[in-house]
């Protein structure tokens, strides 16, 4: 592999660089915020957060599989139907943090984290397969391929490329175990959804709780968890007042 010379100005390669270099910063900027930005570049008429997504419609997409009362207006593709409940699901989980989505919401955190250091690797390995860059070393390093990266060395740069190249793979082998096990589950829990009784029971005492009528069409899914968590407190505080009477 020739390696161009880094002083090396006027060149299509040279521009194509400058290009590439802008590029990389502004990746590497916004790594951290992968998930947002899949979230924000999806389509705007999907119910996909728990803080906006009525309940009726949840208990309906959960229970009755009826995914369609995602879409708000318009049209959206299956695939994008499927993630916006997927994004909706996780959500719920997280906010709910029953011991069964435990293991969800970790893998969901560590796909992210794995998705985001792939990307930036990708983009390091790309970048120096054109040229060296300084910044593209450093970001490697951070991530352990420590190698010298010598532009005076043209074979030993070659094998530091292949070399991080044939590492990497150990990290996509662990993002598709990832990405396997956290759609068995995620398959699995919506398979094992509650039935509308249930739903309907937890709202029955909710209400009692609450002194008024819990309507789902009238609260959103977010709300819902935040009344369960509000009364679990107030059933574990009378616990504690229970039992400290009695000793």
């Not at 999806?42 to 208990?59: A, G, H, K, V």
């Not at 790309?126 to 390093?141: E, I, M, P, T």
């Amino acid at each position: 592999m020739k390696i161009s010379n880094p002083l090396q100005s006027g060149s299509l390669l040279s521009k194509m660089w400058s290009y590439t270099s802008t590029k990389l910063l502004r990746v590497i900027t916004l790594l951290r915020q992968w998930r947002k930005q899949r979230s924000s570049a999806q389509p705007s008429n999907l119910f996909r957060r728990c803080s906006e997504t009525p309940l009726d419609i949840f208990i309906d997409c959960f229970v009755n599989k009826n995914l369609m009362r995602l879409v708000k207006f318009g049209k959206a593709s299956a695939k994008q139907i499927n993630e916006a409940w997927e994004d909706l699901f996780t959500d719920y989980c997280e906010l709910l943090r029953l011991p069964q989505y435990t293991r969800m919401v970790s893998l969901t955190k560590e796909i992210g984290s794995l998705q985001s250091k792939m990307l930036c690797i990708n983009l390091c390995i790309r970048v120096l397969s054109l040229r060296y860059s300084y910044k593209c070393v450093q970001v490697l390093k951070r991530f352990g391929y420590n190698y010298k990266f010598s532009i005076t060395d043209p074979e030993g740069y070659r094998k530091d490329l292949e070399t991080v190249i044939k590492k990497s793979k150990s990290s996509e082998l662990a993002l598709d175990r990832a990405l396997n096990e956290y759609k068995a589950l995620f398959q699995k829990s919506s398979n094992e959804a509650p039935s509308q009784d249930v739903f309907q029971n937890n709202l029955i005492e909710l209400s009692k709780f609450m002194g008024f009528r819990i309507n789902p069409k009238e609260i959103t899914v977010a709300e819902y968890v935040a009344i369960i968590k509000r009364r679990e407190k107030e059933i574990e505080l009378k616990r504690k007042e229970v039992s400290h009477k009695k000793a």
